[in-house]
């Protein structure tokens, strides 16, 4: 396994473990510094195969944003920017810019791009994110992979409802053809010992056999809703994701200051893909998130 650097500036170097010397697969995480689950599978990957005689096509950045982790900041903890916002760069303005524009130089040499990122403050269901962008070409390969490596469900992104997600390096390299997409890991203090063994598994599987093309299982494809909660107090589950729920079922309640109970039900029929802890929230919080099925 060689080491190498990204060199972003004078006191910030991204390090890089590769396994080959022309690798198709990228691996990242870190890229929101709050966003911990990703960073320990891919160092778990590393020290499986750091010993390995054999060349697998894969780079790994375990680490993209290093002061925001160190910050344990979504956004970088001095300009408070939201990295995965910002591309394609063009400009560089500060230091999130700087980290954005070497990730995209490099990226943009791989056919596979896989951007671990996390649901944080919520239980949550494994899944791979759809964009809604890329060609069906480019979706249906993106899909594959995501099957290979054990998604519980795939969400694609509804722009209505998540306007601000646009700018990603994932929706970058889409339109540069490059099969790039993120996947929704629990926070670390919901990563069960079996997802984690799960996910690292899976993912080692996929660089052993990039090549191979193994009969995979059709995921479930979803439209991700979003439900913001309309009141201040503290919210309490009553529903685990993974479950099938109908229009106003309760997902859960929340006490206000007043120690009035409300019920927060789905305005949906659809699968609960992820809910929050238990915690308070004010008017405008994400409090769950609904699945509606779409054709796969």
Same mark, same amino acid.
């Given at each position: 396994?060689? /080491? &190498?650097?990204? +060199? ?7 390090? /890089?473990? !590769? ?12 890229? =929101? ?25 894969? @780079?790994?950045?375990? #680490?993209? &944003?290093?002061?925001?982790?160190? @910050?344990?900041?979504?956004? =970088? ?22 980290? !954005? ?25 494994? #899944?791979?994110? +759809?964009?809604?962008? @890329? ?19 795939? #969400?694609?992104?509804? =722009? ?7 700018? *990603?390096? #994932? ?27 799960? /996910?690292?598994?899976?993912?080692? !599987?996929?660089?052993?056999?990039? =090549?191979?093309? &193994? ?33 106003? +079922?309760?997902?859960? &309640?929340?006490?206000?200051? +007043? ?14 893909? *992820?809910?929050?802890?238990?915690? *308070? ?16």
């Amino acid at each position: 396994m060689k /080491i &190498n650097y990204l +060199d972003v500036n004078k006191k910030n170097k991204i390090k /890089i473990y !590769a396994l080959d010397d022309n690798p198709g697969i990228l691996l990242i995480a870190g890229v =929101h510094g709050d966003e911990k689950s990703g960073v320990v599978i891919l160092k778990k990957i590393i020290q499986q195969l750091q010993n390995s005689d054999k060349p697998y096509p894969v @780079a790994i950045i375990p #680490c993209v &944003n290093i002061p925001a982790y160190k @910050a344990n900041s979504r956004l =970088h903890p001095k300009d408070k920017i939201d990295l995965n916002r910002i591309f394609p760069v063009i400009k560089i303005k500060s230091e999130s810019y700087q980290i !954005a524009k070497v990730l995209q130089d490099f990226a943009e040499k791989f056919t596979t791009v896989i951007d671990i990122h996390v649901f944080t403050g919520q239980h949550t269901l494994i #899944c791979g994110v +759809d964009l809604n962008i @890329a060609e069906d070409k480019i979706q249906k390969k993106i899909k594959r992979i995501m099957s290979q490596i054990g998604m519980e469900a795939i #969400c694609r992104i509804d =722009h209505a409802s998540e306007p601000k997600k646009d700018g *990603s390096l #994932c929706a970058y390299l889409q339109h540069k053809k490059i099969l790039a997409f993120g996947i929704e890991l629990p926070p670390l203090e919901g990563l069960t010992k079996n997802n984690a063994n799960t /996910i690292t598994n899976n993912l080692i !599987a996929l660089i052993k056999g990039f =090549h191979k093309k &193994n009969k995979v299982k059709r995921l479930k494809s979803y439209l991700r809703l979003p439900i913001f909660s309309e009141y201040t107090g503290f919210f309490s589950p009553k529903k685990v994701p993974g479950l099938e729920v109908k229009k106003g +079922d309760t997902i859960g &309640n929340i006490t206000g200051n +007043d120690q009035q109970n409300l019920n927060v039900s789905t305005p949906f029929n659809g699968r609960l893909i *992820s809910v929050s802890y238990e915690k *308070s929230v004010k008017g405008g919080d994400k409090i769950f998130v609904i699945g509606k099925k779409i054709k796969s």
